[in-house]
């Protein structure tokens, strides 16, 4: 999995086959020229549902929500009444997910504050794919084992259980 953390493209790849296992395979990158905070798009019912993916090899809560607000805002103004969905996908952990931060309107808030604030604020679903959320989500999905990873479920487990068997003998 480290391979996505590493290479944008990848982890917009990773996000694509997430969103496929959850909502079905009419899910694609979004490869207009101007993405308006947008990098993955489906359609369900006649309205948009889009994915923005934020990979950071050092993420900040801070920057993250600045992205997030700037990100949501961008395609809010693009689909207008359209938007049903807007989910923000990081290489982030939790942790950081969820660390709060003083912000310059001196309200506190950590990235899934304000997911929940501009949810409420917008009647639109907004949420954060973090980095574990996504581990989570391929572990748990045969296909998404093979299919990203050519494994399957519980090699990991396996292998590591091997070398320390193996270890432990010399």
Request: glycine letters at 4%; proline letters at 2%; hydrophobic letters at 35%.
């Amino acid at each position: 999995m480290q391979k996505f953390k590493t290479d944008p493209k990848k982890f917009e790849h990773l996000c694509k086959w997430v969103a496929r296992e959850n909502y079905g395979p009419n899910v694609f990158l979004y490869k207009r020229h101007r993405q308006e905070g947008i990098d993955i798009i489906w359609t369900d019912k006649g309205k948009q549902h889009v994915i923005q993916c934020k990979l950071r090899e050092k993420p900040l809560a801070s920057e993250l929500i600045s992205s997030l607000e700037n990100d949501f805002m961008k395609a809010l103004q693009y689909f207008s009444n359209g938007l049903e969905q807007f989910i923000f996908a990081t290489t982030a952990n939790l942790k950081i997910v969820e660390r709060k931060v003083k912000r310059h309107n001196g309200v506190t808030e950590s990235v899934s504050d304000v997911c929940n604030r501009l949810a409420f604020e917008n009647g639109i679903r907004i949420t954060c794919w973090h980095w574990e959320y996504l581990e989570e989500r391929v572990e748990e999905s045969p296909f998404l084992m093979k299919h990203l990873s050519n494994r399957v479920q519980g090699a990991d487990m396996i292998e590591d259980d091997f070398i320390e068997t193996e270890l432990a003998k010399y």
